[in-house]
């Protein structure tokens, strides 16, 4: 898909740069002062050409981000001892002022212990939860980080600060750097897929579309988000009454007169719009192939889990990233909403383990096998984690955690990362990160790094600032890369 | 014609011919060289500042350090500036090796003729106070072409870079221009047709285009056409945006906008109203609705967020915003530190800040979101009287189909209660063939259709029943608890206390065809008792368990344990399978407490709609069974409506009608509570004014040193007499002295006009910014503008009137070669050629097709998108309706806008979460897609087919009328060839494919969908086919490149 306008200004001066920002000036010609973006020569795959940086681990990224918060206490970052503080006032020195959210704000804060119990697992004995028997099984492929800390501590600031590295909606998400930076080797897919799970309960933390936004990057590097309907991408299916063989004969007079009309013109956009209503009727046939899971055999349902069968759920969505890895898709990003856990904990949490954990096993087993997973960062985690206070009545079922950002758990898996290894850790409370600091902008900048990108040269010209993915921050975490 | 103008001269010209006079000038040469390589450390911000050097004051740079000076004016040779540039001692050179920041040598050598000269330091160009510019003198050939004098700037720059400008567009397409830049409409046939006859681009009075260009800046649709552009930079949403992202009702501050266009409010006070309408003398209502505009921030209602971090971040934006659509500088960056190029501190960042800080607002969003102020909008009446009128003509077309459907009834009635004998119960046992669990229970069916769950009673449970029912459709699902002795208490459960808990109740539909499943969805859920939620941890409403949500869920807690438990479950739509599918049914006990588990239970199935689904009493066939009326006459009236209701929801061609009439009624009652007093979001100051404080790294409470409001010293200061509050910031803005409005404004009006600004960085006039392409053409028009009463008609007036503007955007077999020397048009030696934005093609084809509603004004309507946008992005919250009769044909610019769910039809819009005055055009699939396939253009294609076949009933004529409407010109004969084979392809098709042209045509408003299509009768096949295929041919001409382009 999004043609190459290799042969026409307007890839160097519209689609490149967007038309305002370039100050192109061909054989150094008619030059504004050249303080806009500058276009830049691009690869095969649409990457840009003095990319990569370095040495490439991995090619792809999936991306699993868990909406809402998920309890690092309750998943991964088991404290034997916490029960003995079960009840008491979480000591100052250990709280150290940190902000709450006016939920929590002014009342007493105490200790919750984990309501998960934990085991270890694999030669590595990596901690997990018994809430996530499948991930558990799976851990010795797996690269912990309990050490994330980030800086917000509202759902939608922390996760456009995740996503983009500013807390503030309009710059571009890591997908769309990723897009931006490296093209894809697929033409007839978008290089950056978004994958939402169809939820049956509306869930309090929208989705904003933000989040995969492309900023102030050119709209073809957003992410694509696939929706769950019998239309997976807007306005794809022709209308009712209008078969496939008539629109390919519309399509065919539309190219017809454009031509003429260029010929008239001699404005080289007008061959770029045929190509891209011809790249729309590719895309017609490229993405239901895609999506239409029938081909895939009965032991992958197995594999994944019964909820895999349901077209839109998270299970099948990772039967999907698979498909778009398999495909050449450069950034898969499935979205899982409703880890925002504030009350009734034991059963909430417990559910969205249920929709998840199989199925994120079985993606990791699945690109394994397939020798997909040592070129494919899998990367698993929310905005945030949560705090080990109890909200509400700490010792009765319907209590909850408060969102935390003060440490929080990753994992990260395949391209470039050790298997089997556990970075940082946390306080005996879970509260402070005790050692191996990764923050937000870290994270960020270790995931470019894997796609071979130095996330201090990858930098986009706007409103008179070079702007990047990690801000003026961002050290990539070479301590995790294999 | 211009005799020159058709006979061009090759002109080949050297890279060297086009740079700018040898003289080197600071703020246009040097300071932008500078600003990139070194001020990020050696600039304004003094928090990054190394080596205690500013290069962007004089003083600093000059000043004798030690023994040596960083710059020394005349004498390169002993700057150590020039010396560290050309320095390759890691350790010594600038900018360092490690920065990745490189020289050219052509910019050393600019530093070094500047330092030669003198190292005159000199203001950046666009804070210098506006003057006149004098008016070049062209040569004689520039004298031909010109018309006004802004050709005289331009002339003079084309004729230094040795171009000549492009000839002049046809009438044709000058009137196809004009009527797209000024209304953001394409013209009527009839008008193009009346400009070219009277158009001679000879006549010195130039009187048929002073006029053409007077009705249009007249039209109504012009204030609509700016509207637009105004709510993208005003970031105008009907919604709050964030998590709640609640509607607001600030709709009428859009027509005010709409208003103060049309009646060419002058700038400055359009700038005045909006900042500060509150605080005029005795303010108008108008006037204090104009101040929405700074209200049009995103709000955030998000739980556990501190209101007042959000007060600070609303605050901000408007500094923000007022610097990038007033100021066109960046002044966001001054929030977290000193600007790091233009000489705007952190401090006067927070004393702008200031003008901002005492609105009587607390954070809140939604109904908290105040100042408000109580408003009754004007503009509604004709909405309401069009909405009622579609009522009255849909309920005209329900009332007669419903006298049809009555009499099928009375027929089914009499059927039914001949064969009553016959009828089964409503309610069918369902007997699954297969009976799981997922943690263990084992279940059994016995021959009474009881199911029983063994004794285990696991923590959690779901049973899980596949089976085939002995139904042709299901529309509803029953469950029976009864109490039974195994389990606690002789009661539902083995409980503790014997009562039951069902969290969620999931349907699917399996196949042995395929591996995937279908998700089945119900409309409610009721049952005969429910336990006391606030009891029991939420536990009890059976309208839960439809909400995949294991925290609450539908219980038995404090019922009678003797009597069985019934719910009911109602499908959102009849299911009918196939030979190959099966049911899937899934009851979940998830609960906090644990192991209430149903002990045993039935389930029954049935194909009956209406009252049998919605109610626990008996189903209105089995009343019918019970009373057993010999004849239709003998059923009681009530039994009778009850009987009638079920009987239409399966009548096709009754809710055919029905909907949309439905449809029609709601939305007469939404524009009805519209015209009532709304509450818009206004500005109006606190009685006690809260002190502003620097604030640290932009951290909202991280206060630093206090500050009183103020105007950044760079910028001048507030004008005499002026209060020291946002009027008078208002007033600086529009001030004489001000060196940034005028020029900012003239080139908002540039681009909207020419396609690209002067300054093509329009948001940023700063030094990162570009220079403007004809710096003394932008100030010409700054001054008209300021000593013009800020008259915006007046100056877009005089710009469609410059040759400069009427030129041909072809450059097909140009011996200028211009798309390779000028990709950019810089020297504007030709017209600008680019795809409109969405907005405008949308509203293009409605008016093509004659669809569109030309009121000016009116609350938000909702045109088509694909079904389940919205609920998409936010989970199922909201759902989107698409407006109905002619609301669905108003302007784009007065659709909803739903802020975390933006139009979808709209691309490269912009976002409207902060300001953004200019969004980069691309050329995606997705576009095409949504061009081939939006019910907007398939629907308007359509109509305008229809139209074609009314005016004429010859082909060619035909796609001539396709053309005119559409392209604003006739076709040409190669392309009318195309067109017609292509129109013929399409015809064959379709006349041997019926159902499908009838399938085509049926897309859109009832009102707009031709009757024929309905009928299958005899007789009507030509036209249903020669329609679709000329509906498809249509479409086809509606998404060629010229039609949605402006040329």
């Not at chain 2, 509207?227 to 005010?256: C, V």
């Not at chain 2, 209406?610 to 006459?633: H, I, W, Y």
Request: hydrophobic share 35%.
């Amino acid at each position: 898909m999004f043609d190459h306008l290799s042969t026409t200004r307007r890839y160097f001066l519209g689609q490149c740069t967007g038309i305002s920002l370039g100050a192109m000036a061909a054989g150094g010609l008619l030059q504004g002062h050249a303080l806009g973006q500058q276009p830049k020569a691009r690869n095969e795959h649409g990457g840009l050409a003095d990319l990569p940086h370095h040495d490439v681990k991995a090619k792809r990224v999936i991306y699993l981000t868990q909406s809402g918060g998920p309890s690092q206490i309750e998943l991964y970052d088991h404290k034997p001892d916490m029960h003995k503080w079960a009840g008491k006032d979480l000591p100052e020195e250990i709280r150290q002022g940190q902000r709450l959210t006016t939920m929590t704000a002014g009342k007493a804060q105490l200790v919750m212990p984990s309501h998960a119990k934990f085991r270890q697992w694999g030669e590595s004995g990596a901690t997990v939860s018994e809430w996530l028997p499948h991930i558990g099984a799976v851990a010795d492929d797996l690269c912990f980080v309990k050490s994330m800390h980030s800086e917000y501590i509202n759902h939608a600031p922390a996760m456009t600060f995740m996503m983009t590295g500013s807390q503030i909606p309009g710059r571009p998400s890591v997908g769309a750097w990723a897009s931006y930076g490296l093209g894809s080797p697929n033409r007839d897919l978008p290089d950056y897929v978004v994958l939402v799970s169809k939820m049956q309960r509306p869930s309090d933390q929208p989705l904003y579309n933000y989040y995969w936004g492309n900023g102030f990057l050119p709209s073809r590097y957003q992410g694509v988000k696939f929706r769950n309907a019998s239309e997976p991408v807007l306005y794809l299916e022709d209308p009712d009454g209008l078969p496939r063989e008539m629109r390919r004969k519309l399509l065919d007079g539309i190219g017809q007169l454009n031509k003429l009309k260029s010929r008239k013109s001699g404005d080289p956009e007008i061959e770029a719009r045929t190509r891209q209503f011809e790249m729309a009727y590719r895309m017609q046939a490229s993405v239901p192939e895609l999506t239409d899971l029938s081909d895939e055999p009965e032991e992958v349902f197995e594999l994944y889990g019964p909820d895999s069968r349901r077209p839109g759920s998270y299970a099948a969505n990772c039967i999907l990233a698979r498909r778009l890895a398999e495909r050449g898709v450069r950034f898969t990003q499935l979205f899982h909403p409703d880890w925002d856990h504030h009350s009734r904990l034991s059963t909430w949490c417990v559910a969205r383990c249920r929709d998840t954990d199989q199925a994120t096993a079985a993606l990791i087993t699945d690109l394994k096998r397939r020798g997909l997973l040592e070129d494919t960062l899998v990367v698993w985690g929310g905005e945030f984690g949560r705090g080990v206070a109890g909200q509400g009545n700490w010792n009765t079922p319907s209590a909850g955690r408060d969102h935390h950002p003060r440490c929080f758990t990753y994992w990260m898996a395949g391209g470039g990362v050790k298997a089997g290894y556990t970075h940082g850790a946390t306080d005996d409370f879970s509260y402070n990160v005790a050692e191996g600091h990764v923050h937000v902008h870290d994270l960020q900048a270790t995931i470019l790094h894997l796609l071979g990108i130095d996330h201090e040269q990858l930098t986009y010209r706007y409103q008179g600032r070079d702007f990047r993915l990690t801000d003026v921050h961002g050290k990539v975490v070479h301590d995790i890369v294999s | 014609m211009r005799s020159f103008a058709l006979t061009f001269v090759a002109i080949l010209i050297t890279a060297t011919s086009l740079k700018a006079a040898p003289a080197v000038s600071f703020s246009k040469d040097v300071l932008p060289i500078l600003a990139e390589n070194c001020f990020q450390c050696h600039g304004p911000d003094e928090h990054t500042r190394e080596a205690d050097l500013r290069l962007d004051v004089a003083e600093d740079a000059t000043r004798l350090r030690d023994e040596y000076r960083v710059i020394t004016p005349g004498n390169p040779a002993q700057s150590e500036l020039i010396q560290r540039i050309l320095s390759d001692d890691e350790a010594l050179m600038m900018p360092p090796a490690d920065f990745d920041k490189h020289l050219s040598e052509a910019d050393i050598n600019t530093i070094k003729n500047w330092i030669a000269n003198g190292a005159a330091y000199e203001q950046h160009w666009s804070f210098k106070r506006i003057e006149r510019p004098e008016l070049p003198v062209v040569n004689k050939r520039m004298q031909r072409w010109r018309r006004n004098q802004i050709d005289d700037f331009v002339g003079q720059r084309l004729q230094q870079s040795r171009f000549l400008p492009s000839q002049e567009a046809t009438a044709t397409t000058l009137a196809r221009r004009l009527s797209i830049d000024i209304t953001g409409l394409p013209p009527t046939p009839e008008s193009v047709r009346e400009f070219v006859n009277r158009y001679d681009p000879a006549d010195p009075l130039n009187t048929a285009y002073s006029e053409y260009v007077d009705s249009l800046l007249a039209s109504p649709h012009y204030g609509e056409r700016m509207a637009m552009f105004w709510l993208d930079a005003a970031r105008y949403s009907d919604t709050d945006g964030y998590q709640s992202d609640s509607t607001r009702n600030n709709w009428p501050w859009k027509d005010w906008v709409i208003n103060s266009f049309n009646s060419n409010m002058p700038y400055d006070q359009f700038t005045i109203e909006q900042f500060a309408g509150d605080l005029l003398p005795d303010p108008t209502p108008e006037q204090q609705l104009a101040t929405c505009f700074h209200r049009n921030h995103m709000a955030n209602g998000e739980g556990g967020r501190h209101p007042e971090e959000s007060r600070i971040e609303y605050v901000i934006d408007r500094v923000n915003t007022t610097g990038t659509v007033w100021l066109g500088v960046t002044i966001g960056c001054s929030q977290c530190h000193s600007h790091k190029y233009d000489p705007i501190s952190h401090e006067s960042y927070y004393q702008m800040f200031s003008f901002f800080n005492s609105i009587d607002e607390d954070g809140k969003a939604g109904g908290g979101a105040k100042p408000f102020l109580s408003y009754k909008p004007t503009t509604v009446e004709p909405h309401i009287a069009s909405a009622q009128a579609l009522v009255d003509n849909r309920l005209e077309v329900e009332r007669a189909e419903f006298a049809l459907a009555q009499t099928r009834f009375n027929s089914w009635l009499n059927t039914t209660i001949e064969q009553l004998s016959e009828q089964a119960s409503t309610w069918r046992p369902f007997a699954p063939g297969k009976l799981t669990s997922a943690f263990g229970s084992v279940l059994t069916l016995d021959d009474q259709q009881l199911i029983t769950a063994d004794g285990k009673n696991p923590h959690h449970e779901d049973y899980q029943l596949t089976g085939k029912p002995n139904l042709s459709r299901i529309t509803g699902i029953r469950i029976e608890v009864p109490p039974n002795a195994d389990n606690t208490n002789g009661a539902f459960s083995q409980s503790e206390s014997g009562h039951f808990i069902l969290t969620d109740v999931k349907l699917r539909v399996v196949s042995t065809a395929t591996s995937t499943v279908r998700d089945i969805k119900f409309a409610q859920a009721i049952a005969d008792y429910q336990a006391d939620r606030g009891k029991y941890n939420g536990y009890g409403l059976v309208a839960h368990i439809l909400d995949d949500d294991p925290r609450n869920g539908w219980a038995s807690f404090d019922s009678d344990i003797k009597t069985t438990r019934t719910a009911v479950l109602a499908l959102a739509e009849p299911l009918v399978l196939t030979p190959e599918e099966s049911i899937y049914l899934e009851l979940q006990q998830r609960s906090l407490q644990g192991s209430h588990n149903l002990g045993s239970f039935r389930i029954y199935l049935t194909d009956q709609v209406g009252t049998a689904v919605r109610s626990l009493d008996k189903a209105p066939l089995e009343k019918l069974v019970a009373a057993n009326p010999a004849t239709s006459e003998e059923v009681e009236d009530g039994l009778r409506a009850e009987l009638l209701e079920q009987y239409l929801i399966d009548d096709i061609a009754y809710q055919r009608v029905k909907l949309p009439l439905n449809e029609a009624q709601r939305q007469l009652s939404e524009f009805k509570s519209a015209a009532a007093d709304k509450r818009v979001m206004v500005l109006s100051e606190r009685s006690d004014a809260r002190q502003s404080y620097v604030l640290e790294r932009g951290v909202w409470d991280a206060k630093g040193a206090a500050v009183s409001s103020g105007v950044p010293p760079v910028l001048g200061t507030l004008p005499e007499n002026a209060p020291n509050n946002r009027l008078g910031l208002a007033q600086w803005l529009t001030n004489r002295e001000n060196p940034l409005t005028a020029r900012v404004t003239a080139n908002h009006v540039w681009r909207l006009i020419m396609g690209r600004g002067l300054v093509r960085t329009a948001e940023d006039f700063g030094i990162q910014g570009e220079l403007p392409t004809h710096p003394d053409l932008l100030d010409w028009l700054a001054i008209e503008l300021l000593e013009n009463n800020w008259d915006l008609k007046a100056l877009i007036h005089t710009i469609v009137s410059s040759a400069t503007y009427r030129q041909s955007s072809d450059v097909a077999n140009d011996k200028r070669n211009l798309l390779e020397q000028d990709p950019e048009n810089r020297l504007l030696a030709r017209a600008e050629r680019f795809r409109m934005p969405a907005w405008m093609i949308r509203d293009s084809v409605l008016q093509a097709s004659e669809l569109l509603d030309a009121t000016i004004g009116g609350p938000p309507v909702r045109p088509y998108q694909p079904a389940g946008v919205w609920a998409d992005i936010t989970m199922g919250r909201f759902q989107y309706a698409p407006s109905q009769g002619e609301a669905q044909f108003r302007r784009t610019v007065y659709a909803f806008w739903r802020r975390s769910a933006a139009p979808a039809f709209l691309f490269d819009n912009a976002k409207r979460r902060v300001c953004q005055v200019q969004t980069p055009t691309t050329n995606t699939p997705l576009q095409a897609l949504t061009l081939m396939n939006d019910l907007t253009y398939l629907e308007a294609s359509r109509v305008l087919a229809q139209n074609a076949t009314m005016a004429t009933d010859q082909k060619p004529e035909q796609i001539a009328y396709i053309f005119e409407h559409l392209l604003s010109r006739q076709p040409e004969a190669e392309e009318l060839e195309i067109v017609l084979k292509q129109l013929k392809e399409l015809e064959n098709f379709y006349q041997s494919n019926l159902e499908q042209a009838r399938r085509y045509l049926r897309h859109g408003q009832p009102e707009t969908i031709p009757s024929f299509t309905n009928s299958s009768a005899a007789g009507n096949e030509q036209p249903v086919w020669s329609l679709a295929a000329l509906s498809s041919i249509t479409s086809m001409v509606m998404n060629l490149d010229e039609t949605i382009t402006r040329e």
